[in-house]
């Protein structure tokens, strides 16, 4: 075990702040056609888990008073609701802890955390680190091994959401993010490209999903943070999918045809909370 490296193996879940859980909780509900699987609560905070076969999504709003939930209340306060934690999984916390140590991010001491769904009353065990921000160029990045696996939401809808299938985040410095990323936090860098339009973009290999960083110049950018910008989903039917979004009053794209081969795609423009989101599909054969 000692010869082992430290791995990621997933992404375990990606945290949305939100001011009204309830009202993002019925938002996702919609926009996934998946139940909620977990909700909780934790120091000056309350939570919902969306959880899907590769990866969760938590809303999480504050709570009460004290230090933690006054936090959460000035970052929404000062960078807006939406994306706010990128939570990785791996495969041993003490271990990771230490190359995160090694590669100066400067990680937190490992800690032991015990959480219980409010619904169900059912616990799970989890240990996490996690890196200085300041270090990971502005992106909220946390480490955790679980301690077994959660619940996953039940489709409630016709075409839910079967996956999460990438990740986005917006760089000024796609060097410096690639010597994060890959370097230091060894993911696997599967392609780097540029293109006119779109800019340069470098995907990421993390367990069967993609970490998408893409730069886009722009004038006056902050060339030291990032910033975590966009989810993608995927659907086994784009067609019924959409269809069953525009049905829920949502404002949805026509489909068209994805940048990666064999991908059709839709882009959601509302219930989402502000967070930029598309659909991911096959192509009809």
Known sequence: ?????????????????????????????????RAPAWRGSDDGSQNVLFTLPNGSLELMAPVG???NAERIRTV?????EGLASLCFRVDDAARMQRRLDRVALRPDPVAEVIGRDSLTGATLAWKRTRAATETTRGVRLF?????????????IAPAPITGLDHVV?????PEGAAALYGARLGLDLALDRSHQEWGRMMFFRCGDLVIEVVHRPVAGSDANHDKLWGIGWRVDDIEAARARLVEAGLSVTEVRNGRKPGTRVVTVRSGTWQIPTLLVGPSMS
């Open 76 to 80: 929404i306060k000062l960078q807006g």
């Open 143 to 155: 480490f955790l091994e679980l301690g077994g696996e959660r619940p996953q939401s039940a489709p």
């Open 65 to 67: 008073v004290g230090g």
């Open 169 to 173: 985040i917006s760089t000024s410095d």
């Open 1 to 33: 075990m000692s010869g082992q490296r430290a791995a990621i193996t997933a992404v375990d879940h990606i945290v949305v702040l939100v001011s009204d859980l309830d009202a993002a909780a019925a938002a996702y509900q919609t926009l996934l056609g």
